[in-house]
């Protein structure tokens, strides 16, 4: 078995000692950050975009279940469409809770997200599973990015729905097993993913640039944002850790 990338970026990080204390935002609890309206505007966006995402990511798990070509894979993705939306609720009740009304907040993110599953439907079982792991592992990484510059209970939240349902280490297992039963499948799942990475980082972007709020966060218009040359940095990381899971698939990048 290839170790995972989370694993690996484990072990690095503890190599390289203690993370560094928080400063700025991200030392200060929700009350004292909300305090500032853009920013509480750039997090309502944020977990809006965020509970489309799951509650996006749990119709997809169902309708790839339907694609199963065994009970058992049929069961093991329904447990993970089931925790998706836990994760969905999560941030509906979040949203709810800092006084945001949650369809709102979701609703500008609708159309983009829809129209990237549209552009990006799996013909078959294991395209779908190779779009699961890249795609929403792309999706994943952007956020966890974000999540360094939250405060600490937006940040807290965010880490936790973020969490694998399982569909990683699933996806590794039935994608390799299905290379070294016939090669030839490995070119397409190559082609296939590096698709899905163009499209998911283009949609990232168009959706950072057509909210204002999360784009002066992004770029240092609120306290402890990204800069330019920092998003451009976040990327490239982002465009790594893709080829990591690549190798894991056992794909070239």
């Known amino acids: 078995m290839v170790p995972f990338m989370e694993t690996s970026d484990k072990a690095a990080a503890a190599a390289e000692g203690p993370a560094e204390e928080p400063t700025g935002i991200a030392a200060q609890d929700w009350a004292q950050a909300s305090a500032d309206p853009r920013y509480r505007a750039a997090v309502v966006d944020l977990l809006g975009a965020l509970a489309y995402g799951e509650l996006a990511a749990f119709e997809r798990l169902a309708e790839d279940a339907k694609l199963a070509p065994t009970l058992g894979d049929k069961a093991e993705l329904a447990k993970m469409a089931a925790a998706e939306f836990q994760h969905f609720e999560r941030l509906r009740d979040r949203l709810a809770a800092v006084d945001a009304e949650p369809t709102g907040a979701m609703e500008p993110f609708a159309a983009p997200l829809d129209e990237f599953h549209r552009q990006t439907a799996p013909s078959d079982w294991l ?37 694998d349902t399982g569909h990683a280490t699933f996806a590794v297992e039935k994608v390799r097993a299905a290379i070294e039963a016939d090669p030839r499948v490995g070119g397409r799942l190559a082609l296939w993913a590096r698709r899905l990475m163009g499209e998911a980082l283009s949609q990232a972007q168009r959706v950072v640039a057509d909210r204002d709020a ?6 240092g218009g609120v306290a402890d944002g990204f800069d330019l040359a920092e998003v451009g940095k976040m990327f490239s990381r982002i465009t790594e850790a893709h080829t990591k899971r690549m190798a894991a698939l056992g794909l070239a990048a």
Not at 128 to 155: H, M, N, P
Not at 214 to 219: A, D
């Open 214 to 219: 999360l784009s002066t966060m992004l770029v």
């Open 127 to 163: 395209e779908g599973l190779v779009k699961a792991y890249v795609g929403d592992s792309i999706a994943s990484d952007f956020y966890r990015e974000v999540a360094a510059r939250l405060d600490s209970d937006t940040r807290a939240l965010v880490l936790t729905v973020l969490d």
